[in-house]
């Protein structure tokens, strides 16, 4: 009696656990990011996903430790909507709840507002005022330690970022970091202080670093110059 092709499972080995912390965040107007946390057991995850119009798709994640992805290409100000499951050699877990996020609309810039606090109490009391186009925001810390607000400003924006500090409100465990989509930072304020602190930064998250110069060439012209 002959036997191929036998595959021995280890018997510890369980249906993966449900995804828990899933999001769905919008980055630009092209590209919304999904993250979650990752889960014991599993090799890959499942992606479901939809579109305004109704239209649903899937697509598989492989790896791990793969506990991100971003959706590329997609269209500008429109919402879509995801639920990821976790997979392994025993099968799928059920799906994550659903979370969705519209893409900011053309012509503007993803900004991300990252809120701290380093003992991990809130910041008490204490704020920032963002202004912009007119317009007052407020953010305020319900999280203890971590909070992110995003904002789609256009392109060109003047933005008004104004720290505000009790001193009883032990101010300098409050941090901030404003940045963009792509992770590249415009402020990032480490300890804050008591009193009104303001920043202000022009929108641009089209700016780019400049190529290297390329055929550089030496040349003396004279005993003095070069």
Request: charged share 15%.
């Amino acid at each position: 009696l002959c036997v191929d092709n036998v595959e021995i499972v280890s018997s510890s080995l369980q249906i993966p656990l449900v995804p828990t912390n899933f999001r769905a965040k919008a980055i630009s107007s092209s590209e919304i990011q999904l993250s979650w946390d990752v889960v014991e057991d599993a090799t890959s995850y499942l992606v479901v996903f939809a579109d305004s119009l109704g239209i649903v798709d899937s697509l598989y994640v492989e790896g791990l430790y793969n506990n991100t992805f971003v959706f590329e290409y997609l269209q500008a100000g429109t919402e879509y909507c995801f639920a990821v499951s976790a997979l392994n050699s025993i099968g799928y877990s059920e799906a994550s709840d659903w979370d969705c996020a519209t893409t900011y609309n053309e012509g503007e810039c993803a900004v991300f507002f990252e809120l701290r606090d380093s003992y991990g109490d809130t910041w008490n009391g204490n704020y920032l005022l963002v202004e912009y186009n007119g317009k007052t925001d407020t953010l305020e810390m319900i999280n203890s330690s971590f909070d992110e607000y995003a904002f789609g400003f256009p392109t060109g924006s003047y933005v008004t970022v104004t720290y505000v500090g009790d001193s009883d409100n032990w101010p300098n465990e409050n941090s901030f970091v404003v940045r963009y989509g792509d992770g590249t930072e415009i402020l990032n304020v480490n300890e804050c202080s008591e009193g009104t602190i303001t920043y202000n930064f022009y929108v641009n998250c089209s700016a780019t670093v400049p190529s290297a110069p390329t055929n550089l060439v030496a040349e003396a012209i004279s005993s003095s110059e070069i």
